[in-house]
T-cell receptor, first 114, second 112 residues
Framework: GAGVSQSPSNKVTEKGKDVELRCDPI?????LYWYRQSLGQGLEFLIY????????KSGLPSDRFSAERTGGSVSTLTIQRTQQEDSAVYLC????????????FGQGTRLTVV | QKEVEQNSGPLSVPEGAIASLNCTYS??????FFWYRQYSGKSPELIMF????GDKEDGRFTAQLNKASQYVSLLIRDSQPSDSATYLC????????????FGSGTRLLVRP
């Protein structure tokens, strides 16, 4: 596709349920990032992929969070047993994965845990 | 110590003034530097990038890089109310496996 695509755009879930967020990066982009942004706050780094491997998972806030990337393309971020504090906008970005190459962001998934 | 630091603001300037946004970074091996703009409720979008020491100009925007001081800035000339947004600084390097590291952003308000 022409840009980074994220789905769903909005998700409302009950506390304790699992959710999966999907990111479809720009074709050919080897690097993929997940960030979380709470209302009025900055970008919170979650995880970074180069190809299918994740050199940096340091931002995942707890073991309820996991992410995978298959085929060097689509990535899913899974949150198990969701909590109200997980409510935020989850942003995905992709880049060519080289020094000097910009990251392009998707429109995000707004997650609300009720 | 945060890897990329920005003053959270808000920075308030009158319309037509120059807005100066600053960013410092801790990794001396950082190689490329980006400025993103994020409007409320929207995703970040790239404004400018810079690799070499000195200034880079694009329209009303000028990025300035000083690697010795580990400092990068963004100047916005003739500020407009439509420039009101949060500005995010980002850096990457080969040492960090090319991971793009963001600052927390500076909120800019341009008063009409």
């Amino acid at each position: 596709g022409a840009g980074v695509s994220q789905s769903p755009s909005n998700k409302v879930t009950e506390k304790g349920k699992d959710v999966e967020l999907r990111c479809d990066p720009i074709s050919g982009h080897t690097a993929l990032y997940w960030y979380r942004q709470s209302l009025g706050q900055g970008l919170e780094f979650l995880i970074y992929f180069q190809g299918n491997s994740a050199p940096d998972k340091s931002g995942l806030p707890s073991d309820r969070f996991s992410a995978e990337r298959t085929g060097g393309s689509v990535s899913t971020l899974t949150i198990q047993r969701t909590q109200q504090e997980d409510s935020a906008v989850y942003l995905c970005a992709s880049s060519l994965g080289l020094v000097g190459t910009e990251a392009f962001f998707g429109q995000g998934t707004r997650l609300t845990v009720v | 110590q945060k890897e990329v630091e920005q003053n959270s603001g808000p920075l308030s300037v009158p319309e037509g003034a120059i807005a100066s946004l600053n960013c410092t970074y801790s990794d001396r091996g950082s190689q490329s530097f980006f400025w993103y703009r994020q409007y409320s409720g929207k995703s970040p979008e790239l404004i400018m990038f810079i690799y070499s020491n000195g200034d880079k100009e694009d329209g009303r925007f000028t990025a300035q890089l000083n690697k010795a001081s580990q400092y990068v800035s963004l100047l916005i000339r003739d500020s407009q109310p439509s420039d009101s947004a949060t500005y995010l600084c980002a850096v990457n390097s080969q040492d960090s496996s090319y991971k793009l590291i963001f600052g927390s952003g500076t909120r800019l308000l341009v008063r009409p």
